[in-house]
Structures are given as C-alpha cells and as structure tokens.
Nanobody, 125 residues
Framework: QVQLVESGGGLVQAAGSLRLSCAAS????????MGWFRQAPGKEREFVAG????????GYADSVKGRFSISKDNRKSTVYLQMNSLKPEDTAVYYCAAERTTLGYGTSPDEYDYWGQGTQVTVSS
C-alpha cells in the first residue's frame, strides 16, 4: 500500500519561510517523479513544483519561481519543498504526489498516481 505523508505546514508571516516534507512508502521512490500541488478554497488544485526520478530536473509554476525549491532524497524516500519569501496568496492546502515514471514529471494532477492527505499552509499579511 502506497502512502505519502506530508508535514511541515503551519502559520507563518508574509516574507517568512517553511519547509514541507513528504515521506513515501510502498513504492519504488527512486523510480518515481514527485510533485507538489496546492489548492486554495474555491479554487482548482494547481501545480507548484515537480522533480524527476533522479532529481536532475525540476520545474516550477511561474507564481513560485525563484521563491520555492523542490528536492528529492531517494535514500530517505522523501521529497521536500522549501518555500521562501512567502506571500498571503500562497495560502492553501499543499499536497505531494507521486508519478510512476522515469520520463520527466507531470504538471497536471491527472498525471499522478498517488497523493498525500495534504498539509495546510497559511501566510498572514
């Protein structure tokens, strides 16, 4: 059974930082691409960042480029999202997702096979 467990969310002031973690079990993590998505109330789930199986390729939504950084530790089966210079508009539930592929990473939720339960990030102004 595949499990993705996010942690690290919370309440932070604007311009602050948070580091999200997502620990995976039950899948061949080293052969999986990973992604972070977020969903704010009343909005669709949107792509935030993605990383390929080896960690050699990453990609970001324009809204977070230069502020967020995704990384992957295959030895620990964990993916991270470092979030700096946070803005109130970053407030959302953040989800990690796994895609069973060694061909890059997806940017659409439909491309991912497994999802975590989500962690709330709230940025106050």
């Amino acid at each position: 059974q595949v499990q993705l467990v996010e942690s690290g969310g919370g309440l932070v002031q604007a311009a602050g930082s948070l580091r999200l973690s997502c620990a995976a079990s039950g899948l061949i993590f080293s052969n999986s691409a990973m992604g972070w998505f977020r969903q704010a109330p009343g909005k669709e789930r949107e792509f935030v960042a993605g990383i390929n199986w080896s960690g050699s390729r990453t990609g970001y939504a324009d809204s977070v480029k230069g502020r967020f950084s995704i990384s992957k530790d295959n030895r620990k089966s964990t993916v991270y999202l470092q979030m700096n210079s946070l803005k109130p508009e970053d407030t959302a539930v953040y989800y990690c997702a796994a895609e069973r592929t060694t061909l890059g990473y997806g940017t659409s939720p439909d491309e991912y096979d497994y999802w975590g339960q989500g962690t709330q990030v709230t940025v106050s102004s």
